[in-house]
């Protein structure tokens, strides 16, 4: 019997072979490791054709239902993380392919800590000390920053991310607001919040950091309207999804120096080399970082293993669409 093939997809740190012990898979299943991301569909589609599995880094390369009808051979996806917006799951059920998830729990930490560090970042200019320090200078040329305690921290959405974030506003001595479509005052005042207006929050932060998944309703949900009305020298932090942000509307108040921001996720990734974002001034940037450390992966990775694992055996765990193994056994 043929062994089946196991495709690690988007390993662009480098980091898969030593989160998880992939040599429990020797003799079971071909493993290949594949760390550049597609340019294309097209390329995606040729790449993963004789896979029969593939271990999903969270949305990085999107499984669309077109990209799933070029895969016939495709039975699993092991996917890290509990959802990934980028994977069609009723294409995959349609096609009678297992989607077997991990949890995220090591995520929450992680990427809000990420979301705080940038927000330091920004209020004390750390990168661009940094670089003058690197090339030579000292104090010239550098702008003064400001100190976090007695400033106002307005969350964007309060679930378990926004809600660890707030926690370290209060620690810094910030007064903490929070808006999202769905809020309440009794949600609010149970994260340590006060509930406000979304046009209060954009007008009074002086740091605005967004927990928002993204969807119709959340995409470009900051906007020249939302951006005009932030207090000169605020700060905007996106650790969530690139879409929430009108990009262009951004690009342009970073130019004017009216804000800054810290971004971790864009409208494309990974980032073109020639995007106008990697010139702009006064913002810091980072490669979607939020969740990459050495725990999440492992948690991803070991998780993974343990999916494939239990599906080569024949009995399945963490399946997202059961209804195809039920099927396949009927």
Request: some cysteine; charged content about 20%.
């Amino acid at each position: 019997m043929n062994r089946p093939s196991v495709a690690i997809l988007d390993d662009t740190q480098n980091v898969a072979a030593a989160s998880a012990d992939w040599r429990r898979l020797e003799g079971v299943a071909h493993l290949a490791i594949l760390q550049r991301p597609f340019a294309t569909e097209d390329e995606a589609a040729k790449a993963l054709a004789p896979f029969d599995i593939a271990v999903m880094m969270r949305e990085r390369t999107a499984f669309t239902a077109s990209l799933i009808e070029r895969l016939p051979k495709l039975r699993m996806i092991a996917l890290t993380g509990a959802r990934a917006p980028t994977l069609d799951i009723a294409a995959c059920t349609a096609g009678g392919i297992l989607i077997c998830n991990t949890a995220g729990d090591r995520v929450t930490p992680a990427t809000s800590e990420l979301a705080f560090a940038l927000i330091l970042a920004c209020a004390r200019r750390i990168s661009e000390a940094d670089a003058a320090m690197k090339q030579g200078g000292w104090h010239a040329g550098l702008g003064t920053g400001y100190s976090l305690a007695g400033k106002t921290l307005g969350i964007v959405g309060l679930g378990r991310l926004g809600t660890k974030v707030a926690g370290f506003g209060r620690a810094f001595g910030m007064d903490v607001i929070a808006w999202s479509q769905n809020l309440t005052d009794e949600a609010a005042a149970a994260a340590g919040c006060r509930r406000v207006s979304k046009e209060e929050l954009f007008a009074n932060a002086d740091a605005i950091s967004l927990h928002l998944v993204l969807s119709e309703r959340s995409r470009g949900i900051v906007g020249p309207h939302e951006l005009a009305a932030m207090k000169p020298d605020a700060i905007l932090v996106n650790t969530s999804r690139g879409p929430l942000i009108d990009e262009k509307a951004l690009l342009s108040a970073l130019h004017t120096g009216r804000l800054r921001a810290g971004l971790d996720v864009y409208d494309r990734e990974p980032l073109p080399a020639d995007h106008p974002l990697r010139q702009a001034p006064n913002v810091v940037l980072t490669p979607h970082l939020g969740y990459s450390t050495g725990a999440a992966f492992q948690q991803f990775y070991g998780e993974s293993l343990e999916n494939i694992e239990a599906y080569l055996a024949g009995a399945p765990i963490r399946m997202v669409n059961p209804e195809v193994w039920t099927a396949a056994r009927a």
